[in-house]
């Protein structure tokens, strides 16, 4: 009985308002010369190297000798998910031939060749096959009823060809795999420009900043700052207030609650040194880019203390609206919350984290917070916060609000011209969840790790929220990942910056969780989708 191929085909995605060019209506460039290009399904591109993982997301194979023996250079390789389709179609930039394996060992009716090289990965026998080829003309790579694995294309130059990437790229990560965005969040100047930040694109700086000028159609990165020195590491958000713009999360190794001011639109930060420039709680702390809300005359944020167990215990800081925010005494820090053994109806909740300092019209104040599990992705924590903000409200099963995505990070913001709350979240489809290949998800991918579809939802009570426009979307839930987007209402749409894994021209992500792009998204006209 051969292995079920389950073969996922890249869906158009659905992104209000943003145009992306239909693959028919691109003119196709040539190949460069030397280079071979491969499409198909979540195909990968690796390093032909002794010892690394043979196939993406499965530890159990790995690259052998016999396989790099098998070329007198040093190689690359396209290769899919073990037991699904890969490398569909192969062309080379210049005239020559082209190697292939695949555990059939007769491809001669497809027009292959077998060069009577051959190499195991584990358990699976690959035969060498090769073919000559005219530059720029593509290839059908056979994948015929008797294979049971992905074929595996080689070239010493390898990428994949035709991927688009959803919204507009503004960075992505030097080394695919390498490392991964992080902390991406976004603040609109009182000039109008954006300012967009994120961790993980650089080689010789934690943090780096990007801005548009215009409205998010081009970027370029903001060189020549001190950002580096103002004292902010991680778990960070921008936000503008009384006309400056402020950083505020996290010091170096998630030490101490830490913020920094710019006045000149990102470009020059205070540094903080003490209680009186900036550090403003000392310990140890875990948030994300959740937004701040005003509301009676203070300001608000969310934040998680680290407790010695490693228990995140969430709070609200808060602070006059008009104090100096880099001094420490102008902050009140509510009760740092515990809980344990909570569950939405039957599913376990293991974290409340990333809450949102949410204010409602009539000035009560709330900490929505992530309410993460492994088994469902619709429970989300509602907290009130007291009048004299000094105290949050104990978490109890209560306390839990059905939120779309709640089990996911997500950011909320009041519109007063609709009426509504809204967000952008990843709610789990039952379709999706639990869907499994031989590697990492042998077990079946879990609810808080199903990130491939990003939806606006919005709720007029803070207690019913409704799945209201579905904006990016993909079938394939192991590479894709349309999450921790931070995001700002502009007029009659929303901008926003999303922390995006997908497949890419160099390959594929790690896994979902692990970004490889900060991109940019505009939902046009969104009170009317």
């Not at 005219?134 to 290839?139: L, R, S, T």
């Not at 694995?149 to 992505?172: K, N, T, Y």
Request: charged share 20%.
């Amino acid at each position: 009985m051969r292995t079920i191929k389950r073969i996922f085909y890249l869906s158009s995605v659905f992104l209000a308002a943003l145009s992306c060019s239909e693959k028919n209506n691109v003119e196709e460039l040539p190949a460069e010369p030397g280079t071979i290009e491969v499409r198909g399904t979540l195909t990968d591109v690796r390093p032909l190297d002794e010892g690394s993982e043979f196939y993406p997301q499965n530890t159990r194979y790995a690259v052998t000798a016999e396989a790099v023996s098998c070329f007198d250079s040093p190689m690359d390789y396209a290769v899919g998910l073990k037991e699904y389709r890969g490398p569909e179609e192969v062309r080379s930039g210049s005239d020559g031939t082209i190697y292939i394996a695949s555990d059939v060992a007769d491809l001669a009716s497809y027009g292959w060749t077998a060069t009577g090289g051959q190499f195991a990965a584990g358990d699976v026998l690959y035969y060498l096959h090769s073919i000559s080829c005219k530059a720029n003309e593509w290839i059908s790579v056979p994948y015929p009823d008797a294979a049971e694995v992905s074929p595996v294309v080689f070239g010493e130059s390898l990428r994949v060809s035709d991927v688009q990437i959803p919204g507009m790229p503004i960075a992505s990560v030097p080394v695919l795999r390498g490392s991964t965005v992080s902390n991406v969040c976004m603040a609109i100047l009182p000039d109008g420009s954006y300012i967009a930040s994120c961790t993980g694109v650089s080689s010789t700086q934690r943090i780096s900043l990007f801005k548009s000028d215009d409205r998010g159609n081009s970027w370029y990165a903001l060189d020549g700052t001190n950002v580096a020195e103002n004292g902010v590491s991680n778990y960070y958000n921008l936000f503008v207030h009384n006309g400056s713009l402020y950083m505020m999360g996290a010091g170096a190794d998630n030490l101490n609650v830490v913020i920094s001011r710019s006045d000149d639109g990102g470009r020059t930060w205070t540094v903080p040194a003490d209680g009186n420039s900036g550090i403003l709680i000392v310990g140890r702390f875990h948030s994300a880019a959740v937004p701040v809300a005003v509301s009676g005359g203070r300001i608000y944020r969310a934040m998680e203390e680290v407790a010695d167990d490693e228990s995140r215990r969430p709070f609200v800081m808060s602070a006059p609206a008009d104090a100096d925010l880099l001094v420490a005494d102008n902050w009140t820090k509510t009760n740092s919350v515990t809980y344990s053994g909570l569950s939405y109806v039957d599913d376990p909740v293991s974290e409340l984290i990333e809450g949102n300092a949410v204010a409602t019209p009539a000035g009560e104040v709330y900490n929505i917070l992530r309410a993460s599990s492994t088994s469902t992705s619709v429970a989300a924590m509602k907290l009130a916060v007291s009048e004299d903000a000094a105290a949050l409200d104990s978490p109890d099963e209560d306390s839990f609000v059905k939120l779309p995505g709640g089990g996911k990070k997500f950011t909320i913001r009041y519109d007063a011209a609709s009426g509504y709350y809204w967000t952008l979240t990843n709610p789990a489809s039952d379709d999706v969840a639990g869907m499994q290949h031989e590697g990492i998800y042998a077990s079946g991918i879990t609810h808080d790790l199903v990130r491939n579809r990003l939806v606006l939802v919005r709720s007029s009570d803070l207690e019913t929220w409704v799945q209201y426009k579905q904006i990016l979307a993909d079938p394939d839930p192991f590479f894709h990942g349309f999450q921790y987007v931070d995001w700002q209402f502009d007029g009659n749409d929303i901008v926003a910056v999303c922390r995006m894994a997908c497949p890419e021209s160099r390959g594929l992500p790690v896994r979902q969780h692990d970004a490889n792009f900060m991109t940019f998204l505009r939902i046009e006209n969104f009170r009317d989708l």
